[in-house]
């Protein structure tokens, strides 16, 4: 049997690890327990037959030419692929993977929903509160907040987590809205559902909660211009991808109370929370922001499980077949 090299850019569970390891290949883990730089990855790249990396590793034509002419399939760990240059990849006949699956579809919906209510009760403040040594015992207009119950959601993006989304909050007794590229009937059927504009969406959902994948379509879906269009007392919620929401216009609305309150586990200019510091706006001086560190996917079971899809997509790549969770260049 060939003997395969495989390069990992960041310790990940070891499930993944493990299978990669028993199919007799080479497996190299970064030793920084960190990003790596473009030209310790281009190192890495030298001799490898397939790159195991992460949404933070940006991956480009150059990164792809350093690994030929072994290199077969860049696998990322995780379900977006955004950082990768998908027609830098098809150019090159190159394999790209990501690892969708059902326990990452259960954790992200799951996380969302964690979100929309910490923030409809106002949890963050809470909590702040608390620390800060306020509390004097209960009061009537203390942190007033609101329900789920007889709501409106509106779900922009309806594939696997915007539906496991709407099947939490179905027991919420919520009424559910939705833009999507189609139209699902059967959800329709199922959940009562609207199929609308985004901009009807936005003008009629209490709760409006993003789950597209970031494209050039998707790049400030949510904007200066049509935010404007949301409810007073409406709240966003971003678990996609950051520069889905133009975040100045997230800032502005929050700061003159354009919207109720907004809900954030991805960033425009991640890992900075802030793209621009210059003119003292900052996401983390409002109180009616949620902010989380892009942790949506983060339990053990679908860490694990990622690691897995991970290898499996490796595995299938080296034995020459298509990989089970090929993406495609549009
Ligand atoms: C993904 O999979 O794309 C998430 O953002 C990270 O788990």
């Given amino acids: 049997m060939p003997k395969y090299n495989i390069f990992v850019t960041r310790r990940i569970p070891v499930?993944?690890?493990?299978?990669?390891?028993?199919?007799?290949?080479?497996?190299?883990?970064?030793?920084?327990?960190?990003?790596?730089?473009?030209?310790?990855?281009?190192?890495?790249?030298?001799?490898?037959?397939?790159?195991?990396?992460l949404l933070t590793d940006k991956i480009d034509g150059e990164i792809m030419d350093a690994g030929s002419p072994r290199l077969k399939i860049i696998a990322n760990f995780a379900v977006g692929f955004d950082n990768i240059d998908l027609k830098a990849a098809a150019d090159r006949k190159l394999f790209i993977s990501n690892t969708p699956g059902p326990e990452i579809t259960e954790s992200v919906a799951e996380f969302t929903v964690t979100l929309m209510m910490a923030l409809a009760r106002r949890v963050g403040e809470a909590e702040r509160f608390i620390r800060a040594h306020k509390y004097r015992g209960w009061e009537p207009m203390l942190l007033i907040g609101q329900d789920l119950y007889g709501k409106t959601v509106g779900i922009v993006g309806l594939g696997r987590i915007g539906s496991g989304?709407?099947?939490?909050?179905?027991?919420?007794?919520?009424?559910?809205?939705?833009?999507?590229?189609?139209?699902?009937?059967?959800?329709?059927?199922?959940?009562?559902?609207?199929?609308?504009?985004?901009?009807?969406l936005l003008k009629q959902a209490d709760f409006v909660t993003l789950h597209v994948p970031l494209t050039r379509e998707t790049h400030y879906l949510i904007n200066r211009k049509n935010i404007k269009l949301m409810k007073k007392t409406a709240y966003l919620i971003n678990t996609a991808r950051g520069p889905v929401v133009e975040e100045k216009a997230v800032l502005q609305a929050l700061s003159t109370k354009q919207i109720a309150g907004a809900a954030l586990d991805v960033y425009e200019c991640?890992?900075?929370?802030?793209?621009?510091?210059?003119?003292?706006?900052?996401?983390?001086?409002?109180?009616?922001?949620?902010?989380?560190?892009?942790?949506?996917?983060?339990?053990?079971?679908?860490?694990?499980?990622?690691?897995?899809?991970?290898?499996?997509?490796?595995?299938?790549?080296?034995?020459?077949?298509?990989?089970?969770?090929?993406?495609?260049?549009?």
Avoid: W
């Avoid at 690890?17 to 030793?31: A, I, M």
């Avoid at 902010?291 to 080296?318: C, D, F, G, Q, Y």
């Fill in 15 to 53: 499930a993944g690890l493990t299978l990669l390891k028993k199919q007799g290949y080479k497996v190299k883990v970064s030793p920084h327990d960190r990003v790596l730089t473009k030209s310790e990855l281009l190192k890495e790249m030298k001799g490898i037959d397939a790159l195991l990396c």
């Fill in 270 to 330: 991640e890992p900075a929370i802030d793209c621009d510091l210059k003119d003292h706006m900052e996401l983390r001086k409002l109180d009616n922001i949620i902010m989380t560190p892009h942790i949506a996917s983060a339990t053990i079971a679908t860490r694990s499980e990622m690691s897995v899809t991970a290898a499996r997509n490796i595995i299938a790549a080296l034995q020459g077949k298509t990989p089970p969770n090929a993406v495609k260049s549009e």
């Fill in 165 to 200: 989304v709407a099947r939490r909050l179905k027991n919420f007794g919520m009424k559910f809205i939705y833009n999507s590229q189609h139209r699902n009937l059967d959800f329709e059927k199922e959940f009562n559902a609207r199929h609308l504009s985004l901009e009807a």
